[in-house]
C-alpha cells in the first residue's frame, strides 16, 4: 500500500521508467503537449492524493475526459515544462511556488494528434494551494484528488477497448467513483505504477 509519495521516490521512478516511453515517431506529425502529475501528502494522515480535473463536456477536444493539468505548447512557451506550469496557472490557479517539479517521463503518442511529456511533481507542504485553487470553467468542470493507492494499484488497471470513436486500438481504464480514466491519463497512471515496482511496464501500442 502506498502511503506519501517523496522526492526519492519519484526521482526512482523517473530513473526506471527513463526507456519506457512509447516508440519513436515522425514528431512533425503530432503537437506537441505537456501534462502536471501533481502528488499531495497528507502528513497527518500519512496517505497521497494525485490532482486530477475533469475537462468541460463541450470543448472542441478531450471533452468531459478525466485529465492531468496540462495542454498543447504555445510559441512563447520556452520549453515543455513551461508549458505544464503555464497550463496548471490557467486552467486550476495554481502557481510554480506552491509544488516542486523532480523531472519528467519519455514522450507518449496519442490517438488525437499529440506527442506528451508528462512532468511528475509533489505539492509544497507549506503551501496554502487549497484557499488559491479555482478551476477555469471555460475549461474544467471540477477538480478532485483520488488516493494515490488506488489510482497505482494494479487490480483497478484494466486492459480494454477504447471508446467507439477513439483512434486508439487498445487502452488502459480505472475506474474511480464512477469516473473514467482511460487514453493518455490512464496510460501514465499504469507507468507510474510500473516505475514504482508495483507492476510490469505496460506495452506500447495503444495507437
Not at 1 to 28: F, H, P, W
Not at 178 to 188: E, M, Y
Amino acid at each position: 500500500m502506498i502511503k506519501t509519495i517523496s522526492k526519492t521516490d519519484l526521482e526512482k521512478c523517473i530513473y526506471r521508467v527513463r526507456n519506457a516511453g512509447d516508440k519513436e515517431r515522425s514528431d512533425d506529425k503530432y503537437n506537441e503537449a505537456s501534462v502536471l502529475v501533481l502528488f499531495i501528502n497528507d502528513k497527518v494522515k500519512k496517505n497521497s492524493s494525485i490532482l486530477m480535473i475533469k475537462r468541460k463536456d463541450n470543448l472542441r477536444k478531450h471533452a468531459g475526459q478525466i485529465a492531468f493539468p496540462g495542454g498543447r505548447k504555445e510559441k512563447e512557451d520556452l520549453n515543455l515544462e513551461e508549458t505544464a506550469r503555464r497550463e496548471t496557472e490557467e486552467e486550476i490557479n495554481i502557481y510554480g511556488e506552491h509544488y516542486s517539479i523532480v523531472g519528467k517521463f519519455p514522450k507518449f503518442f496519442t490517438g488525437t494528434g499529440y506527442v506528451v511529456t508528462p512532468f511528475l511533481g509533489i505539492i509544497n507542504s507549506n503551501s496554502n494551494w487549497r484557499k488559491l485553487l479555482k478551476p477555469n470553467l471555460g475549461e474544467v468542470e471540477q477538480v478532485f484528488f483520488p488516493p494515490t493507492d488506488f489510482l497505482l494499484s494494479p487490480k483497478y488497471q484494466l486492459r480494454e477497448k477504447p471508446p467507439i470513436n477513439s483512434s486508439m486500438s487498445m487502452t488502459w481504464t480505472i475506474n474511480y467513483n464512477n469516473k473514467n480514466i482511460w487514453g493518455l491519463t490512464a496510460r501514465v497512471l499504469v507507468t507510474i505504477s510500473a516505475g514504482l515496482g508495483l507492476r510490469e511496464f505496460p506495452p506500447c501500442d495503444d495507437i
